[in-house]
């Protein structure tokens, strides 16, 4: 069995218990009837209303109980004190705590229990409202929140006043009557003026008296003050000046360490180390026989050096002396040549002779001792010191005072000694003449004040009452003008409102909080808790609910507790089966309560609904509009394969004559700008859709820009142009990023320099912007000698199809999107691009992109290693069997043209289906797959291939003209293993199928 614990607050709980004097008192209806309800709601044999005291567990009211009280240790509501839930027990012989109690073995034979913690009325929890049985069972949700209302009203019962049900209310009753009466007399004007006048002349009768005691005391304690003042004094200036003085036996130790080698270096570093650290050390120096030869430090205390100390007339009794006692010499203070006043301290050093017993004089260590720093450090440099302490020296025959005020020494109580290894100092301390002694006129005129504040207070205490009274009307009046105004606020607010207490009750609301809800029974209701309001809404079907199953109620409900007892900022919206859309917003007062507000959003989710409809529409046009450039990029691409192929093997052929090769090339170079336009078109319809996104890789910078420079060149050439190009050391980098948009961005500046430069030069700038350890901001500008442009309309040079020569006779073609498409992908780098120009002098154009930093020298090599192919002959290999599934003629025709004399064999199928039969009869090694193809595509071709398990390793690479975003991915989900978008050139097919069929051959 489990003994309940003690709350940490029990010495508090059974005060506030014992404070209720409700103990072993008479049973009472108000309780009993609340027992009665709970047995007749919960069906129960046993209910009880328990008083857990310090001991026992006493009943005010029971049901089914022959005993007033049991012990606490074996009480079940014991355990209800530890906290503010609840206690449930299904079944006590299940539960290990209680198990073995006698409770549950004997009478009365418990195996249900549930009880509710009460309170007194500062909140301690001093009992429980427990319902019994002698049969497990269960409580529902709803039955345990009925449980804790029933405790509120035992709450109420015991904290509410009851005078009929008092005895001792009819005594306090008349005591306060009689201190009304007796405030009556007394508070008058006149009475009250007397009783001040009394008090005023008692005050300074008291006064008078105590002002002979206490300047008796204030004499003594001053004088303690003093004696203590100078003690700790005297102990700080000891310590301080005799850590100092000291030194001098350190110096003393360096020389006997090792007489015969003293120089001023080993000097110069040991006084160094002695002394750098101390405040106050003016100087430190060695005398040999008496003559100053080192001294620390030099810079300041050149002057000393070469003094003979027994030679000096004013030095020689003092040093010889010194020699002769062997004790330590003490000058000053002194005022010093070389300005300052110091105290100096001089120690003869004696040292050890080889076979001799007795030690001989070797001379001086001294130390001056900076007296305003010492001072400082033992806080004597202030003017109060100055005025009130004074220090002489009885080392020398004069007794100088050479601090403060001579005049302190007259008071021979108050001298304090300072010992020191050479002689002796004494300081004095005078009294603290102000502050501490009052004139007899002052202290009397501090007795008049007392007793006229005292007279003041008591006339006004006295007069309080009638003050009270008149105070208690005006405020009285003032809350009722202050209810009636919030009141009237509340009532004008186009929200709902409502307030709650503490406890969670509703203490008022408005009539738009009443309309939201639809009932008139609110108006009523004033009390009632919010969980019971939330579970009236529900029940009524006031709210409108996804599942109005009893668990969707429970849960519902449950949520929305759970917004109201930890309220957020953005509230909470309901749905009435009225149609409307409410928005709850809760936040917690200081006084523990809550404020919630109800706002009509009805139309607001009219609109959002609007608003997800006009949206749902737009992306199913985004998505009509994608599959319309996948369409027309198929149906563009397909042909303009055949049309690129065709052209590429024409040209390879060598029979051509040059007006025929100019024709060729001609042709090829307007199916090339068909397809850049295509290519740009799609660009800018990714990017408005938001789709575009950046293949990320590790590339050498100076090698995209040689690859760059490389394919511009042509074009500049044609023009007698000049294309010159510098990267800067710094910029030389491996990084990470698309090098396929850079190479775009900057093909598409320098042929934009190119077309609108005449004559002159292009250049291409890289530089390093800035850099950290993995990060680079790479600059790249690109000027021309061109024509220019006005500065004003460098805006509308990044806008979709802007030109800012738009007319039908406009010099240069073009769609006006290429700039556009370098904004955007700069933009998507997290760069900035920008544009300026001088008309008639050339334009410049530059942007600076960040790119992390990749040092890898393996890979760096291998991307500059420019790529190349090699064919099945270059590797000993007769021939491959590559199996072309294509639907258009004339792609058939291109694509065995281009693998003519390769050693690829290749075999065509005009659609998926007769893709499928082939593999079946003939082991292939690599398959090129279109994928629009008639009656099978090449998506369904390829996952029958791969499901007939004879040809699931074969290669599969997709042909399409499809260049949309996803594509590549799709086709590699299905099961093919690489991707070729149309139009293809020979050289990027030979180069795919090398990977695929040769890598793993001896000769590769």
């Known amino acids: 069995m489990n003994t309940p614990d003690l709350p940490i607050n029990e010495v508090s709980r059974l005060e506030a218990l014992h404070k209720l004097r409700i103990l072993d008192t008479d049973p009472e209806e108000r309780f009993d009837r609340i027992t009665r309800l709970a047995q007749r709601l919960f069906d129960v044999p046993i209910v009880a209303i328990s008083l857990v005291d310090k001991d026992r567990q006493w009943f005010k009211s029971r049901i089914g109980l022959e005993a007033r009280e049991t012990e606490r240790c074996v009480s079940f509501c014991g355990h209800t004190l530890l906290s503010e839930k609840p206690l449930v027990v299904p079944d006590a012989h299940t539960d290990e705590r209680f198990a073995d109690n006698p409770l549950v073995t004997g009478e009365p034979y418990i195996r249900f229990y549930a009880g509710h ?125 005799n850590a100092r003085l000291h030194l001098t036996r350190g110096l003393a130790g360096f020389v006997r360490a090792d007489q015969n080698n003293v120089d001023p270096d080993r000097f110069q570093a040991f006084a160094d180390d002695l002394g750098h650290e101390m405040t106050a050390v003016r100087s430190l120096q060695l005398a040999p026989d008496g003559v100053v030869q080192y001294v620390w430090p030099v810079s300041k205390n050149q002057k000393a050096i070469g003094h003979d100390l027994l030679g000096d007339p004013n030095r020689r009794i003092a040093a010889q002396k010194a020699i002769d006692s062997q004790r330590m010499w003490l000058s000053g203070p002194l005022e010093l040549i070389q300005g300052g006043t110091a105290l100096i301290a001089r120690e003869p050093i004696f040292v050890p002779v080889d076979g001799e017993r007795e030690e001989q004089f070797w001379g001086f260590a001294t130390i001056l001792v900076d007296m305003p720093e010492l001072l400082a450090a033992v806080e004597l440099d202030t003017e109060e010191a100055r005025s009130r302490f004074a220090i002489r020296s009885v080392h020398e025959s004069d007794n100088k005072v050479f601090y403060g005020n001579p005049e302190a020494f007259e008071i021979a109580d108050n001298i304090a000694s300072v010992a020191l290894p050479g002689g002796q100092w004494e300081i004095a301390l005078t009294h603290d003449s102000e502050g501490k002694s009052f004139p007899a006129l002052l202290i009397m005129l501090l007795i008049l004040i007392s007793a006229l504040g005292a007279a003041v207070f008591i006339y006004v205490l006295l007069r309080l009452p009638s003050q009270y009274q008149r105070a208690v009307a005006s405020a009285r009046t003032a809350l009722e003008k202050a209810n009636s105004l919030f009141r009237e606020a509340i009532e004008s607010l186009p929200d709902g409102f409502a307030v709650f207490d503490r406890e969670d009750r509703l203490l008022t609301c408005n009539q738009r909080f009443r309309d939201f809800f639809e009932t008139s029974q609110l108006a009523s209701l004033s009390g009632i808790k919010f969980e019971t309001l939330l579970r009236m809404t529900v029940n009524m079907g006031i709210v409108e609910l996804e599942d109005n199953s009893e668990a969707g109620k429970a849960e519902f409900i449950r949520q929305r507790l759970e917004q109201h007892r930890n309220p957020g900022s953005g509230g909470s919206e309901t749905k009435l089966t009225s149609g409307r859309w409410v928005r709850s917003v809760e936040s917690k007062i200081p006084s523990g309560g809550s404020v919630v507000s109800y706002t009509d959003i009805t139309e607001l989710k009219t609109k959002e609904q609007e608003i997800q409809l006009a949206r749902e529409k737009a992306e199913t046009a985004n998505t009509t509009k994608s599959a319309f450039l996948a369409t027309v990029s198929h149906e563009l691409r397909t042909p303009m394969n055949a049309i690129l192929g065709v052209m590429n093997l024409v040209q390879s052929n060598s029979d051509l004559s040059d007006e025929n090769k100019h024709l060729m090339e001609t042709a090829q170079n307007s199916a090339e700008r068909l397809l850049q336009l295509l290519n740009e078109l799609l660009d800018i319809s990714k990017m408005e859709a938001g789709k575009l996104e950046l293949e990320m890789s590790r590339f050498s910078l100076e090698t995209v820009i040689h690859r760059v420079v490389t394919l511009a060149k042509t074009r500049a050439e044609e023009k007698h142009l000049v294309l010159d190009y510098c990267i800067a050391k710094e910029a030389s980098l491996f990084v990470e990023g698309d090098p396929g948009r850079i190479q775009q961005i900057l093909l598409n500046l320098l042929g934009n320099a190119i077309k609108f430069t005449n004559a002159g030069r292009v250049a291409l700038n890289v530089s390093l912007d800035d850099r950290d350890a993995n990060t680079a901001r790479i600059r790249f500008i690109v000027t021309d000698t061109g024509e220019g442009f006005p500065e004003e309309q460098a805006g509308r040079l990044f806008k979709p199809f802007s030109q800012l020569d738009s007319s039908a006779s406009r010099k240069y073609e073009g769609t006006g999107l290429g700039l556009a498409i370098c904004h955007r992908l700069v933009t998507l780098m997290g760069g900035d691009i920008s544009a300026s120009s001088v008309p008639g002098e050339g334009a410049t154009f530059e942007f600076v992109i960040p790119m992390a930093i990749k040092q890898d020298e393996d890979e760096t090599q291998a991307t500059q290693t420019p790529p190349r192919y090699q064919l099945p002959s270059d590797c000993g290999k007769e021939a491959v069997r590559v199996l072309l599934a294509e639907d258009s003629p004339a792609n058939q025709v291109v694509f065995k043209a281009m693998l003519q004399k390769t050693g690829y064999q290749v075999d065509i199928v005009g659609n998926g289906k007769e893709a499928v039969e082939a593999t079946e009869k003939f082991p292939y090694d690599v398959i090129l797959m279109d994928i629009f193809m008639p009656e099978l595509d090449g998506i369904e071709a390829t996952k029958e291939i791969r499901a007939n398990g004879r040809q699931e390793n074969i290669p599969i690479i997709a042909l399409t003209a499809n260049a949309m975003q996803g594509d590549k991915e799709r086709f590699l989900a299905a099961g093919m293993d690489d991707y070729l978008p149309k139009p293809v050139n020979r050289a990027d097919l030979l180069k795919k199928l090398e990977r695929w069929t040769l890598a793993d051959l001896p000769g590769k």
């Not at 409202?129 to 069972?137: E, F, H, Y």
């Not at 409580?139 to 049900?165: F, M, R, S, W």
């Open 117 to 241: 913690p009460i309170h007194a009325a500062d909140g301690q929890r001093i009992g429980s409202l427990c319902i019994i049985d002698t049969q497990p069972r269960e409580l529902t949700q709803g039955q345990i929140v009925t449980l804790a209302e029933l405790a509120n009203l035992v709450d109420y019962e015991l904290i509410k006043p009851a005078a009929e049900a008092n005895e001792d209310g009819h005594g306090n009753h008349a005591f306060t009557h009689f201190l009304e009466r007796v405030g009556k007399v007394v508070s008058s004007r006149q009475k009250a003026f007397l009783i001040a006048s009394v008090v005023f002349l008692l005050v300074c009768a008291f006064g008078w008296s105590w002002k002979g005691a206490t300047r008796d005391a204030i004499a003594a304690v001053d004088e303690a003050s003093v004696v203590e003042r100078l003690s700790n004094l005297r102990g700080r200036l000891e310590t301080e000046l």
